[in-house]
């Protein structure tokens, strides 16, 4: 079995910063990827950023403000929100790809999700 938990939601203020982790747990042999999706009320769900073989991708509205990082080793994830706008709040997401101890096939696996909350 394997699991990811985010943490680290909750409420920030507008050009304030919050730090989102995303703990993958189980399993596991080799983390291949992670990312980090939103979805705020009565829109759709979009990329946040994504991390894979070292590189990094960014949704166009988070660019130059959000970060994301992985610790292969802790098999851990972080998203950190810098000059935070009342248009972040939404409900987000890890997700990772991954490959188990029982399987070399890569998997997605997808975190329950956390609020982020950003007051004006």
């Known amino acids: 079995q394997v699991y990811l938990v985010e943490s680290g939601g909750g409420l920030g203020q507008a050009g304030g910063s919050l730090g989102l982790s995303c703990a993958a747990s189980?399993?596991?042999?080799?983390?291949?990827?992670m990312g980090w999706y939103r979805q705020a009320p009565g829109k759709e769900h979009e990329l946040v950023a994504q991390?894979?073989?070292?590189?990094?991708n960014y949704g166009e509205s988070v660019k130059g403000r959000f970060t994301i990082s992985v610790d292969n080793v802790e098999k851990t994830g972080y998203l950190q929100m810098n000059d935070l706008k009342p248009e972040d709040t939404a409900v987000y997401y890890c997700?990772?790809?991954?490959?188990?101890?029982?399987?070399?096939?890569?998997?997605?696996?997808w975190g329950q999700g956390t609020q982020v909350t950003v007051s004006s």
């Open positions: 997700n990772a790809e991954l490959t188990t101890l029982e399987s070399e096939i890569p998997r997605t696996y």
């Open positions: 189980g399993s596991i042999f080799r983390l291949g990827s």
């Open positions: 991390f894979s073989m070292g590189s990094t």
